[in-house]
């Protein structure tokens, strides 16, 4: 079992800038591949960043350029920076982690604001 907690979200206004965290527990070390995935209102839930175990990195086409996936594995911990903020970056935004099984955190809403 992998347990994932958020942190980081709030609001902001556009242009701004948040760092979203992600610690892994319990089985941090069999984790493969994690990413983060966004859920705005009325909206399905999509891909926004992804790291494998070997750093090797993903971006949504939608935030390519502005959003930078990073790893503290000393902390189990990955990252979400994400920079120039726009109000349609307004969503829950979800830890993802997949060993043999994928398991998602529990998310943290962001509120960009025009």
């Known amino acids: 079992q992998v347990q994932l907690v958020e942190s980081g979200g709030g609001l902001v206004q556009a242009g701004g800038s948040l760092r979203l965290s992600c610690v892994a527990s319990?089985?941090?070390?069999?984790?493969?591949?994690m990413a983060w995935y966004r859920q705005a209102p009325g909206k399905s839930r999509e891909f926004a960043a992804s790291?494998?175990?070997?750093?090797?990195?993903g971006y949504a086409d939608s935030v390519k350029g502005r959003f930078t996936i990073s790893t503290d594995k000393s902390k189990n911990t990955v990252y979400l920076q994400m920079n120039s903020l726009k109000p349609e970056d307004t969503a829950v935004y979800y830890c993802?982690?997949?060993?043999?099984?994928?398991?998602w955190g529990q998310g943290t809403q962001v509120t960009v604001s025009s």
């Open positions: 993802h982690a997949v060993t043999t099984t994928a398991y």
């Open positions: 319990g089985r941090a070390l069999m984790i493969n591949f």
């Open positions: 790291i494998s175990r070997s750093g090797i990195t």
